[in-house]
């Protein structure tokens, strides 16, 4: 079997909040945030609306996207790092409110990389016969632990959330045939204290903020993420030549470049949202994927490279034929 992507959604909060508002609240300026980050504005969740409202609305979006009704999914991989609670997982408020009343539905954390990681978990859960329609969600409600006193970290996150619908179809070997061709995760433990929350239910019993050696992090993201491209083109014998569009992770634009830079395609195959969306953790892959979708970018029979890095470290790469 093999996983076809056959809709995509995501929801945005309405509530934008720019660089010069934040300059109101810490010391920075847009024009540090512009110039070190690309990020403009990002989208807040209103007081109230949790993860699991973004999750819903991104979900069902994508089932509508799909023409498929929530009763026909056995199967929910919610990625998030703030989930609504310590338990039970978020993805099981989504399953109840898009009326999935069987199957399985649970959480994924593996913070910015969450979505390359849910992807996978559903992408052999369809190969392996044990689901037949899955919504992969990754959503996030990060100004809910960031310390807004803390200039280092509070201008980079936003919150948000994008889902695509996964469909089981028997493999028919034909050559470019449609689906999730490979997923490639790593971790590696040792680098905790570069990305962390310092909180948790059984550290510190508080929620914590998100703390981050920015440099150290961007010096790595860079490493890995060109090393796991890398291996993922290579498992599939393509080159980066071969890549209709790149949708990587959202968390600076000048790692972007780099990205670009290093598998020498031009900025404008690459699908770019920091901008907008700053970095909402593991809803930028599918809020990005979902974007270019929507506006025709994006094409049925495209082959498209997701990528993402986040606290852990953890990283991962997916190759998609649309
Ligand atoms: O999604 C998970 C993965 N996350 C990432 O990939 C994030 C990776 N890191 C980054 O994106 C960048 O490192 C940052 C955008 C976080 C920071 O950019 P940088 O070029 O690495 O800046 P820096 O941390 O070295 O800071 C440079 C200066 C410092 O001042 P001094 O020590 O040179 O006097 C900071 O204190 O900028 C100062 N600074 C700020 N100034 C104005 C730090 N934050 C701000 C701010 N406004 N918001």
Not at 78 to 83: C, D, M, V, Y
Not at 269 to 296: C, F, I, K, Q, Y
Request: aromatic share 4%; charged share 20%; glycine share 10%.
């Amino acid at each position: 079997m093999r996983s076809l992507i056959v809709g995509c959604g995501s929801y945005l909060p309405a509530r934008i909040v720019t660089n010069h508002d934040l300059a109101k609240m810490v010391d920075t300026s847009d024009e540090w945030i512009v110039e070190r980050s690309g990020i403009r504005q990002r989208h807040i969740a209103a007081e109230g609306e949790t993860t699991a409202d973004l999750a819903t609305a991104a979900a069902q979006a994508a089932l509508n996207s799909a023409g498929i009704k929530g009763s026909e999914v056995d199967l929910v991989v919610l990625a998030t790092a703030t989930p609504d609670n310590t338990f039970p997982a978020t993805a099981t408020r989504v399953q109840s409110r898009i009326g999935m009343t069987g199957g399985a539905a649970f959480d994924v954390q593996a913070v910015c990389s969450g979505f390359i990681f849910a992807l996978s978990v559903a992408d052999n859960f369809l190969r392996t016969g044990q689901a037949r329609t899955a919504v992969v969600i990754g959503a996030e409600t990060f100004s809910r632990i960031l310390d807004w006193n803390d200039r280092t970290t509070c201008v980079l996150f936003g919150d948000g959330a994008g889902a695509v619908v996964l469909r089981a179809e028997p493999r028919t070997g034909a050559p470019d045939e449609r689906g999730i061709l490979s997923t490639h995760l790593h971790s590696d433990g040792s680098h905790h204290d570069l990305l962390y929350v310092d909180g948790g239910p059984s550290s510190t019993g508080t929620v914590g903020h998100v703390r981050m050696s920015g440099k150290e992090v961007f010096r790595h993201a860079v490493a890995n993420l060109a090393q796991v491209v890398g291996e993922a083109l290579g498992a599939n014998g393509l080159t980066p030549a071969d890549l209709d569009w790149v949708v990587p992770h959202q968390a600076n634009r000048r790692i972007l470049d780099s990205t670009a830079r290093k598998l020498g395609l031009p900025m404008d195959r690459m699908v770019v949202t920091v901008d907008r969306h700053a970095n909402t953790s593991a809803a930028s892959v599918p809020l990005a994927l979902t974007e270019a979708v929507s506006d025709g970018r994006i094409k049925c029979g495209d082959l498209v490279l997701l990528e993402a890095m986040g606290g852990g470290f953890t990283w991962g790469a997916g190759l998609v034929r649309m």
